[in-house]
């Protein structure tokens, strides 16, 4: 294995460059798609539940890999992993362009979705293996500023190409830039890591650890339907199964002492799922309120939207370099008490709330998140050894990718209630604005409750609620 020191400027000056490059980018397909699905639906005569499928395709294959591939990468490199991803991705997206029915659209997506699961397992590993402990806050935070950035233009030229290119063009914008990380990867970084090189990989953990995600996160969106109690129930058998099988091997692809001995990665992930869930359908939901209730173009409401990740971007690397110093779980408490904030306020939206309010509440939104984001991230990645940075690293992006998906599950529950399986039009936009806001104010009273998730981790938790003598 070729041996790079840490301390060389230049080689972790690629490295940031390279992991950036491929969050930007990630991150601007993943929000740049949401503006599309009014244009694929219309395309393809889709309804809501479909339009939904969309996203939920590609967050399902995400949620079932990730922790697999953050495994696959300890041991067989993560460097070679994550290239692969990126590799995969660029060869899906340059199909999806000549997909002709919403079936094709969805199977292309959940190809995207374990190519991402292959990039984001092993990314924030990468990063944390090259910085030091003092400097990997600054790191993460600026890999994460690259993210929300590309989560920011996403809406605008999302929105810019749908409405005078077509929504296929978001995925040709795409391939070029693909090509170019790929060639940055094999030039600038000549280093590999795999700290548990030589390791058996356990196949039946992941086959039932597959089985488990899928029945939960397939069985959640369709409920309360037969179907989805079903794949439910199959979901906690395996997953109990899951357990047991862990326990008892000797190269497990998830190490559950991290969850009972270590209470910063434990809380830190947990915190990390709720505060996903709560956000991960805000961009949805608008997109939706803003093209069809308000009736605004693809172009206007990115510009619109815009102001939820930009925010995040613009706090993520300060936030980042103050939990070097300070207790991620405060800084990330008071993040999460912001966004609750905003999601409150977004339950009284109407047909006639001014826009003014929306870009506010999407601002609050984002910089709260960007409070929260990179001192979680920071905590859980250096809570663990080194050894286990790629089942950190699987584990980060799996609470977000199952957050995402129960955010999705939950929408598409309140839409199957309130919607049914029509198309959206003028005669269901009042049975739309209620399935929104009943479903803001269900995400608002999951973030307040994770505030105390996220405090949690904090050995010093008790003394924030001792009384004063």
Same mark, same amino acid.
């Given at each position: ?18 992991t ?23 395309e393809?005569?889709?309804?809501a ?5 969309i996203?939920n395709s ?9 922790l697999?591939?953050?495994r696959?990468g ?6 070679r ?12 997206i340059s ?6 029915n ?10 995207? $979705?374990?190519?991402n ?10 990063v944390?293996a090259?910085?030091e ?5 600054r ?7 690259s993210?929300?950035l ?9 929105g ?27 030039k600038?970084i ?7 090189s ?5 196949? /039946?953990?992941?086959?039932?650890y597959?089985?488990a995600l899928?029945g939960?996160m397939y069985g959640f969106p369709?409920?309360?339907?037969a179907?989805?109690?079903?794949c ?11 357990v047991?099988i862990?326990?008892r091997a000797?190269?497990p ?5 991290l969850?009972f001995?270590n209470?910063l990665?434990a809380?830190?992930?947990?915190a990390?799922i709720?505060i996903?869930t709560?956000?991960?359908t ?18 206007t /409401?990115?510009?619109?939207?815009i102001?939820?990740?930009? $925010? ?5 690397t300060?936030?980042?370099?103050i939990?070097?110093r300070?207790?991620?779980?405060i ?6 008490v912001?966004v ?8 009284l ?7 003014a ?23 859980i ?5 080194k ?11 799996t609470?977000?990718?199952i957050?995402q998906?129960l955010s999705?599950?939950i929408?598409?529950?309140l ?22 806001r009943?479903?803001?104010?269900v995400?608002?009273?999951?973030c307040?409750l ?14 924030y609620f001792?009384?004063?003598?």
């Amino acid at each position: 294995m070729t041996q790079i020191s840490t301390e060389d400027k230049s080689f972790k000056r690629s490295i940031l460059i390279v992991t950036a490059f491929a969050s930007f980018f990630a991150s601007f397909l993943f929000s740049a798609i949401v503006l599309a699905l009014p244009a694929i639906g219309n395309e393809f005569n889709a309804d809501a539940i479909e339009m939904g499928w969309i996203l939920n395709s590609f967050s399902l294959s995400t949620g079932i890999f990730l922790l697999i591939f953050g495994r696959l990468g300890d041991i067989v490199g993560r460097k070679r992993i994550f290239f692969l991803g990126i590799l995969m991705t660029t060869l899906s997206i340059s199909v999806i362009v000549i997909s002709w029915n919403i079936i094709m659209v969805i199977i292309l997506r959940i190809i995207q $979705g374990l190519a991402n699961a292959m990039i984001f397992s092993t990314l924030m590993a990468i990063v944390t293996a090259a910085f030091e402990p003092g400097e990997r806050g600054r790191a993460l935070g600026l890999n994460l500023t690259s993210t929300y950035l590309g989560l920011s233009l996403g809406p605008v030229l999302g929105g810019l190409l749908t409405q005078y290119l077509g929504w296929r063009s978001i995925f040709l914008f795409i391939i070029p830039f693909n090509i170019i990380t790929l060639i940055l990867i094999k030039k600038k970084i000549k280093v590999e890591w795999a700290d548990s090189s030589g390791a058996k990989f356990d196949l /039946t953990g992941s086959l039932v650890y597959g089985l488990a995600l899928f029945g939960f996160m397939y069985g959640f969106p369709i409920l309360p339907s037969a179907m989805g109690w079903i794949c439910l129930a199959g979901g906690l058998l395996f997953g109990l199964l899951f357990v047991f099988i862990e326990q008892r091997a000797d190269n497990p692809i998830f190490e559950f002492q991290l969850i009972f001995k270590n209470r910063l990665f434990a809380f830190s992930s947990l915190a990390s799922i709720i505060i996903y869930t709560s956000i991960g359908t805000t961009g949805f939901f608008t997109s939706l309120y803003l093209q069809y209730l308000k009736g605004l173009d693809a172009t206007t /409401t990115g510009l619109i939207m815009i102001s939820q990740p930009l $925010g995040t971007a613009l706090l993520s690397t300060v936030a980042g370099k103050i939990s070097d110093r300070k207790s991620p779980a405060i800084i990330a408490s008071i993040g999460m008490v912001i966004v609750s904030l905003g999601l409150f306020l977004f339950c009284l939206i109407n047909e006639n709330t001014h826009m003014a309010y929306l870009v506010a509440l999407l601002a609050i939104i984002g910089l709260g998140f960007g409070l929260f984001s990179s001192p979680n991230t920071n905590a859980i990645m250096s809570s663990v050894e080194k050894k286990y940075l790629g089942i950190a690293s699987g584990t980060l992006g799996t609470m977000r990718t199952i957050g995402q998906m129960l955010s999705m599950g939950i929408a598409m529950m309140l839409f199957s209630l309130h919607i049914g399986r029509e198309i959206i039009s003028p005669s269901t936009f009042p049975a739309l604005i209620t399935a929104i806001r009943t479903g803001f104010l269900v995400f608002a009273i999951l973030c307040t409750l994770g505030i105390f998730a996220s405090l949690a981790r904090d050995r010093n938790f008790s003394r924030y609620f001792a009384p004063r003598r």
